[in-house]
């Protein structure tokens, strides 16, 4: 029973390809199995387009024998096209796991027709939309061998409308000439492209296709005969130069012709590579005395030649391209260069779908990323170091046999995905780093979206939002209503050990919004304390914008700021408050009486409390400004103050140049003085300002510095701002000597980017 099964499929299709449907007449083990099965579970199954599902798989096979798959391939090719009929315990049961896991794999990559078939859907021409598409394919196809099922089932597909003579829906060619040829492409599998492309193109634009076809002085078995023919006529013309190369060619398809045509303006008699010839020789001088044989034997066209060999392409590409009128005065491409060339061309970044499809996609090719194009090279690799040695798809190498260069060694075919790809409930592709959870999804979206997440369906079913995503999942964000007063992040978002966020895109949202509301909030202290100081001061009719220029400050928001950071100090707030006073009726008395003591004594002065000489007074209170810390030795100089004796400031202080504008009478000169003994060096504070990118362990890397150099430290103010900390310190310092030591190991601490003294 099972050969008069066998031999029923083998009788010939409908389809006019001749290999379509054709099985060999002995089949390995399990493929038997399968087509029984599916010939009891599916015998009246018809597919979407209208294909039975028998006819369906007997095609699918005849193509993965033109591959050389292996035998699982094979077998799942049959299983898939029996649908949700043949369930997947169903085959778990009954076949090896690897055939189970390239079904699974067949039908989720299976869902991305739905999605290109919604009717909510973008347009695939968008190329936004289709690179996604195509990488989103890719990524969900853990095993290489489901991508050749996906191209394999819609190749039989579309030759069964065109032996049916029923166009398919219109969605299906977008498809096919958006997504799935374009990755035949980038896979190598030309053959495959081509026939997908012509096809598709055929059904999607009839008439065109037709004007074409009637167009072609010859045609297309004509054109294969005659590249036949020149390739044999260029072998012996370069054995007999002494040359030892390869020759390849093939006609251009017709699709190919028509987008040449379309996107260069041309007519079909201006297409000069309707039918090219490749030369690879092996090296570079080589390529010129091919080129020199050539020239010689055919008529050039010397407007069609171009050299990339002396000058390359932007992106590295190199070859010799000339055109010569053949024998029966048409056109024929001829393309030389070195097998180093053709590898670059073919696997580096001159690769045959970047140059050709970044015109069309503007680009969108190159967001793909370096991870995904190394993915898609040694794919292609791999598909062609098989074939090359008649391997099957998907086994190892014989033993002993050679490993060649840049394909994968005996592992699975799987790779780690770098990227995920997921869907929104309206069928747009969302491309996310992997490991990322329903809040990057958000935060990808939107950022109002994401900061108004509250919850998520993934497939249908509510997840916690630090789910981690796979690939082909949609995801549905819950928000918060809006005036519900719970908008906004959470700041658990932030820590890493919860999972929340996993992409940069989203944690910077997040801080952004954080830092946000820190703004808001010391605006709104910053405003209350001027409006305090201003009524105190009876000063409430000043406006904040003379405020802030008195202050030095931009405008009144960012004078709030700085008072709330206490940037600006209360002294220096309630004198600018106050103004410029005007001139004294008549001196003060106490103050005149000690500039005219200043002036009149020569007694040997003697430190203050602050190791501070005030020269000419003896015993005289003195205290650091607060407003400008100085250390020893800065310059400084002394204002007498109402009740707190002489105030010692850094010279070029502003605050002291506003005083002695005020009150000249009042100024003193001061300077440093010496400890009687080594234990009576006190320290002097010091503002120190250290900003750096923010990390786990940064402010204890930086108290290090500070406890190493036996430094105390008084006071500490952090804040991050955008993944940058900026920390401010108050330090004892005993002189400028410690300072610049402990500024100078502050900025050797990993991150740190800037660490200076910070003056009024």
Known sequence: ???????????????????????????????????????????????????????????????????????????????????????????????????????????QVLRLREITRAPQAAPLADPDRAEPLRRMLLAMAVDIRVVILRLASRLQTLRWHAASRQPPAEAVCEETLEVLAPLANRLGLWQLKWELEDLAFRFQSPEIYRDLARQLEAKRHEREDFVAGAMALLRELLAAGGLGAEVSGRPKHLHSIWSKMRGKQLALEQVHDLRGVRVIVADVRDCYAALALIHARFTPVHSEFDDYIARPKPNGYQSLHTVVLADDGRSLEVQIRTREMHRFAEYGVASHWRYKERAAGQGAAGRAGAAQDERIAWMRQLLAWQREL???????????????????????????????????????????????TPVDFAYQLHSTLGHRCRGARVDGQLVPLNT?????????????????GSEGPSRDWLNPQLGYVHSSRARHKVRQWFHALDLERDVATGREKVERVLAREGRTALAFDEL???????????????????????????EAVRGPAPPPVEADPAAAALAAAAQRARARPRAGGDGVLVMGVDLLLTQVARCCRPVPPDPICGFVTRGRGVSVHRAGCASFAQMARRAPERVLAVDWGEPARVDERRGYEVDLRVVAADRQGLLRDVSEVFARDRLNVTAVRTRS???????????????AAALNRALAALRAVAGVSQASRRLA
């Open 468 to 484: 981690p995503l796979a690939n082909g999942q949609t995801v549905e964000i819950l928000t918060a209503r809006p005036g519900a």
């Open 390 to 436: 008649g391997e099957r798809l998907g086994s190892p190498p014989a033993a002993g046999g050679p490993t060649p260069a840049g394909a994968p060694g005996p592992g699975p075919l799987r790779a780690a995905p770098e990227r995920i790809y997921v869907l929104t409930p309206q069928a747009r592709v969302i491309e996310l780093p992997a490991g990322s």
């Open 1 to 107: 029973m099972a050969e008069e099964s066998i031999r029923t499929v083998n009788q010939p299709a409908p389809d006019p390809a001749p290999a379509a449907g054709a099985l060999p007449a002995r089949e390995p083990p399990g493929l038997d199995e399968a087509m029984a099965l599916l010939r009891r579970l599916c015998a009246e199954q018809r597919n979407r387009s209208g294909e039975p599902a028998i006819d369906h798989a007997q095609g699918m096979v005849a193509i993965l024998r033109e591959l050389q798959a292996d035998e699982p391939t094979v077998i799942a090719a049959v299983l898939a096209a029996g649908g949700a009929a043949i369930s997947p315990e169903l085959v778990k049961a009954r076949f090896e796991a690897d055939v189970a896991t390239l079904v699974e794999g067949m039908r």
């Open 721 to 735: 701002r955008a993944d940058t900390a900026h920390m401010e310190f108050t330090v004892e310092v005993p002189d």
């Open 548 to 574: 802030a220029t008195r202050l030095g400050q931009s405008d009144p928001q960012t004078l709030f700021v700085a008072v709330a950071r206490e940037e600006i100090g209360p002294r220096m707030l309630e």
